[in-house]
């Protein structure tokens, strides 16, 4: 098993910057690429971003694309968001992810591991 652990989550206001990370553990060795998602209330998990296991690929939701950016640190096992000029809407909890697969998908059901999520709140 995998276990995925955020933190990095809290209060921001509009157009300020947050960076989330995600900690990896376990059997680590069966996962590739790495997402996050989101969700807000009343809303379904959406996709933000996710990167290739070897940093070099990395993709992005239109929403967040030019402001958010995804990272990954294989030696720690930890991937990162670096969250830029925040607006109300990026307001959501948002899930690391992994796939024990090579191949990039924005797709929830496609990710094997998930981790407990992290609150982020933009005020305006």
């Known amino acids: 098993q995998v276990q995925l652990v955020e933190s990095g989550g809290g209060l921001a206001q509009a157009g300020d910057s947050l960076r989330l990370s995600c900690a990896a553990s376990?059997?680590?060795?069966?996962?590739?690429?790495m997402g996050w998602f989101r969700q807000a209330p009343g809303n379904e998990r959406e996709f933000v971003a996710s990167?290739?296991?070897?940093?070099?690929?990395?993709y992005y939701a239109d929403s967040v694309k030019g402001r958010f950016a995804i990272s990954r640190d294989n030696a720690k096992i930890t991937v990162y968001l670096q969250m830029n000029s925040l607006k109300p809407e990026d307001t959501a909890v948002y899930y690391c992810?992994?796939?024990?697969?090579?191949?990039?998908?924005?797709?929830?059901?496609?990710?094997?591991?998930w981790g407990q999520g992290t609150q982020v709140t933009v005020s305006s």
């Open positions: 992810a992994a796939r024990r697969s090579l191949t990039y998908s924005y797709t929830s059901h496609e990710y094997d591991y």
């Open positions: 376990g059997r680590t060795v069966s996962i590739y690429t």
């Open positions: 990167i290739s296991w070897s940093g070099a690929n990395t």
